[in-house]
């Protein structure tokens, strides 16, 4: 079945430091979505990613859809403590309605 | 309402036991779904409903697991004989139905089997 992975498990830095996490699905994905969970909290919906290729920025965050839409990553320059919490892509495939959640990348910050 | 709504936030429940989870979407959203967070882990699918159409059923992970949703409104998911095994936060969600929209999801309920 579909499945997506996800790059690192765990990243710690010091604020200020750049952050990066990267997912590859197994199967081309007609669109690609990213949400943060912070400690104790519910994942909440950042950004959807659709075209080949597609790059989008929320203020420090850029996130990129890969060109054969199989890939995607989520840049943060220069971390603050806000940004600690988990990042999770999930993915869909042509067709489905339901997400494929990538394993997260849990990033904490020293201050 | 405002947001995606589910109770208890927090049930323990002896194994063996039948649990009954509640969720609650946001009014006009016509998917919902059930995904299971085992801590520290990703979120692992269950199942979701769409308007009148037949759920998708396909990550139930035993027959003891079983959800209904009434129309576009509440559902349910129910455990039955609950195992250790079982121990998670189940996450609700919904959205309005197409492939251009993001998931809103609930607090969650943690299901703990003692």
């Known amino acids: 079945g579909q499945q997506v992975m996800q790059i690192p498990q765990y990243q710690h830095v010091q604020e200020g430091e750049d952050f990066t996490t990267y997912c590859n699905s197994s199967?081309?994905?007609?669109?690609i979505q990213w949400y943060k969970q912070r400690p104790g909290g519910h994942p909440v919906f950042l950004i959807q990613?659709?075209?080949?290729?597609e790059v989008k920025k929320q203020k420090r965050l850029t996130f990129q859809f890969g060109e054969a839409k199989k890939n995607s990553s989520l840049h943060i320059t220069a971390t603050q403590t806000t940004d600690v919490g988990t990042y999770f892509c999930?993915?869909?495939?042509?067709?489905?309605?339901?997400?494929?959640f990538g394993q997260g990348t849990r990033l904490t910050i020293n201050p | 309402g405002a947001g995606v709504s589910q109770s208890p936030s927090n049930k323990v429940t002896e194994k063996g036991k039948d649990v009954e989870l509640r969720c609650d979407p946001i009014?006009?959203?016509?998917?919902l779904y059930w995904y299971r967070q085992s801590l520290g882990q990703g979120l692992e699918f269950l199942i979701y409903?769409?308007?009148?159409?037949?759920?998708?059923k396909s990550g139930l992970p035993s027959d003891r697991f079983s959800a209904e949703r009434t129309g576009e409104s509440v559902s349910t998911l129910t455990i039955q004989r609950t195992q250790q095994e079982d121990s998670a936060v189940y996450l609700c969600?919904?959205?309005?139905?197409?492939?251009?929209?993001?998931?809103?999801f609930g607090s969650g309920t943690r299901l703990t089997v003692v």
């Open positions: 990613l659709v075209k080949s290729g």
């Open positions: 969600a919904s959205s309005l139905w197409g492939q251009a929209t993001g998931y809103t």
């Open positions: 199967t081309t994905l007609s669109n």
């Open positions: 009014s006009g959203h016509t998917a």
């Open positions: 409903f769409q308007g009148n159409s037949a759920p998708d």
């Open positions: 999930a993915g869909r495939i042509q067709g489905a309605q339901k997400l494929v």
